[in-house]
């Protein structure tokens, strides 16, 4: 148990669906990270929330949508995905300058 | 830019074998240097960590020395276990940092115990 706690687990959806991902964490992490993990890539980081502000956005497309609506919460809305969206999203969340992150166990998104 | 490379797997080994996985860097400076492991159906958490060059984290009986001249951070341990299977991902923190952790990670190794 991290204190990183990610739902749903599992998500199976259609292109043309829309869902969202939560993360919470109870630990007092004043920043918050959604990363992509696909097979045989790095970790991809997607955003970066510090102090509830985003502060980061590799380039992500469009149809990811990130909320930090306080420090605790984090969600990940998806909306017009595409079958190389499928992946395991991690989010995690660090005490600012600690070098450390604290992972959630992830959900595992299959696009159809 | 900064980057991360570690040595492709998957590792298989035999219980009580010793396990080297090899990681280097490219950076700016002097960054510092994680190893994050992976366990099946869990997320990511720090194995062990070092800031400055010679340094050498450990943890759990794994150890890793910060060597700049060769800019590696080698993960090494001298008996695994088969409770040690998991992806084992290296990852730097480069020097120009505001207050979040953008670390910048490897593709991870697969490393499989058998008893």
């Known amino acids: 148990e991290t204190g990183v706690t990610q739902t749903p687990r599992h998500l199976v959806m259609g292109m043309t669906n829309k869902k969202s991902l939560k993360c919470e964490q109870h630990?007092?992490?004043?920043?918050m990270y959604w990363y992509k993990q696909s097979a045989k890539k790095p970790l991809e980081l997607m955003f970066v929330?510090?102090?509830?502000?985003?502060?980061e956005n590799n380039s992500v497309p469009s149809r990811f949508s990130p909320e930090c609506p306080n420090s605790s919460h984090l969600f990940l809305h998806l909306h017009t995905l595409q079958p190389e969206d499928s992946a395991l999203y991690l989010c995690?969340?660090?005490?600012?300058?600690?070098?450390?992150?604290?992972f959630g166990e992830g959900s595992r998104l299959t696009v159809l | 830019g900064d980057s991360v490379t570690q040595m492709e797997g998957p590792v298989t080994l035999s219980e009580e074998a010793f396990l080297t996985i090899n990681c280097t860097y490219t950076?700016?400076?002097?960054?510092?240097l994680f190893w994050y492991v992976q366990y099946p159906g869990e997320g990511l958490q720090l194995l062990l960590k070092?800031?400055?060059?010679?340094d050498k984290g450990s943890n759990k009986g794994f150890e890793a020395t910060y060597r700049k001249e060769t800019t590696s951070f080698h993960l090494e341990k001298g008996s695994v276990q088969v409770s040690d299977s998991a992806v084992y991902f290296c990852?730097?923190?480069?020097?120009?940092?505001?207050?979040?952790?953008?670390?910048?990670f490897g593709k991870g190794t697969k490393l499989t115990v058998n008893p």
């Open positions: 995690a969340s660090s005490p600012l300058a600690s070098g450390e992150l604290f």
């Open positions: 630990l007092g992490h004043n920043a």
């Open positions: 929330y510090s102090l509830e502000e985003r502060v």
């Open positions: 950076a700016t400076g002097y960054p510092s």
């Open positions: 070092a800031t400055k060059a010679d």
């Open positions: 990852a730097q923190r480069p020097i120009t940092q505001g207050g979040s952790e953008k670390l910048v």
